[in-house]
């Protein structure tokens, strides 16, 4: 009766996951890209995030290398080399995905897909009818309006900028701002952040932000309390005037003041889905919308905006769909990044909302400088934190800042989601030297 069983809108991590799975499951799929494959995480986000941090790290294992013996100067940074290689990178990543979707006998249609109705979608001039539709669209950066708002780019723009900016301002204390700003400062640029409130990362622990706030200062200009009033273009630079009363001169200025569900043009208005107040698409525990048969899911619902959780969710959704083995989505114990200089690794709850859940708990912390620093010189802090519900002995939190936090904390996060306790983590034998280590000997309870 219908064209497919499924038809998914939307490239990125949550929709090709969900059109992959469902076809493995026997469903007929297609879906339709109108950008990129692979989407934000794959083009303008995650990837090519990441591997701009790593080419920003250099600069200090360059500076961290003499204490070891490695004398001479530190090598030029080409902007150019950089993100050139970046984006053949992601055109070969763009490729693997289209096998992977052709592999799995997915239909791909490149072109923006219009809802007419609950079944029937337009690509173009075609149109196509499914029997089930999920609307995987993603994000979208969100710039507020002020005066010169337009000469500002976005993490859209960022990675591809024509010339390397020697001068760049991020506004913004979340997850992208403090991310960028450390890679600019790292690969050389003069950086100031800007952000409205008084310590970036609002809904991390307390003391990591603290701790990071430290850290940060030590690479960049910190503006804290601090509002963009007007930007204004005078020949090739930027002067950024602030409500405080303060101006800065720039070369650019990236806007990473959060995200907004994409769900534009979508033709939304030709069926019964329905928004809720943020602008994101409003489900149900089983991802369905308010219009039976279509489903949303990944940053368009705007729940937690990261590739493995839309990953997870598309898993679920295909298994509900077309396994019939029924699955609900755990958001418990949600390891999660910044990949930040140095970088920021938490799972679980910071200790003012553990203190709000469990009332009596322990709090165990480490501050040190990393072994390697000993000789390189280098003043970084590690900080790494364990939060103890009293009564069970549970562990509901770890929270770590230094090198490599990510990968220590997602193996932490699986012991987490076993529901390790103090005493089972103080019975684990450490691997020596590493810092990790510091995790299962912590003994003495913060007073
Ligand atoms: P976030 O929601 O993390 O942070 C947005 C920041 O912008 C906040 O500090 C917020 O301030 C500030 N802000 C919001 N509106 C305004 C405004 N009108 N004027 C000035 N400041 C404003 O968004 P990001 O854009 O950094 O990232 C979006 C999402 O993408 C993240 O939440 C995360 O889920 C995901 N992501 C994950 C990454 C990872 O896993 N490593 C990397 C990058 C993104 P306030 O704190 O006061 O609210």
């Not at 069983?5 to 799929?29: E, K, N, P, Q």
Request: proline residues 3%.
């Amino acid at each position: 009766m219908f064209d497919f069983d499924l038809f998914v809108i939307g490239a990125g991590s949550g929709g090709v996951r969900t059109a992959r799975m469902s076809a493995r499951y026997g469903a007929r799929v297609a879906i339709a890209e109108d950008r990129y494959m692979g989407g934000t995480c794959v083009n303008v986000g995650c990837v090519p995030k990441k591997l701009y941090s790593y080419a920003s790290h250099f600069r200090y294992d360059c500076t961290d290398s003499k204490g070891f013996g490695w004398q001479g100067s530190v090598p030029a940074f080409d902007w150019n080399v950089l993100r050139d290689n970046k984006t053949a990178e992601i055109s070969r990543l763009n490729g693997i995905y289209d096998t992977l979707l052709d592999g799995s006998g997915v239909t791909l249609y490149n072109g923006r897909a219009r809802l007419l109705d609950k079944h029937m979608v337009e690509i173009g001039d075609k149109k196509v009818s499914s029997e089930k539709i999920l609307i995987a669209t993603g994000g979208w950066p969100f710039v507020p309006e002020f005066p010169g708002s337009e000469l500002a780019v976005t993490s859209n723009e960022i990675f591809d900028l024509p010339s390397f900016p020697e001068r760049i301002l991020v506004v913004g204390g979340g997850y992208i701002a403090l991310e960028f700003a450390g890679i600019f400062a790292g690969l050389g640029a003069d950086t100031s952040l800007s952000y409205r409130g008084e310590i970036p990362l609002k809904h991390f622990d307390k003391d990591l932000r603290e701790k990071l706030y430290l850290e940060s200062e030590r690479h960049m200009t910190m503006l804290m309390k601090s509002n963009v009033e007007e930007i204004t273009k005078k020949d090739n630079e930027l002067h950024v005037k602030f409500k405080e009363g303060n101006s800065l001169v720039v070369d650019c200025v990236l806007y990473a003041t959060g995200r907004k569900p994409n769900t534009e043009n979508l033709g939304l208005e030709n069926t019964g889905v329905s928004l809720q107040p943020n602008g994101a698409i409003a489900i149900n525990e089983h991802f369905e919308t308010t219009e039976p048969g279509i489903y949303a899911l990944g940053d368009v619902v705007g729940r937690i905006a990261l590739t493995p959780v839309a990953i997870a969710e598309g898993m679920v959704l295909a298994s509900n769909l077309f396994k019939n083995k029924e699955k609900t989505m755990d958001y418990s114990n949600i390891a999660t990044a910044v990949f930040s200089h140095p970088n920021v690794g938490t799972v679980g709850l910071g200790e003012e909302q553990a203190k709000a859940e469990y009332g009596d708990i322990e709090v165990f912390e480490s501050d040190f400088r990393h072994l390697k620093h000993t000789l390189s010189g280098n003043p970084e802090r590690t900080y790494m934190k364990l939060i103890v519900d009293k009564a069970t002995d549970r562990v509901v939190g770890m929270h770590m800042m230094g090198a490599d936090a990510g990968e220590i904390i997602q193996g932490l996060a699986v012991a987490m989601q076993c529901g390790v306790t103090k005493a089972q983590l103080d019975s684990t034998i450490g691997i020596h030297p590493t810092a990790a280590e510091e995790f299962v000997t912590m003994r003495q309870a913060r007073t």
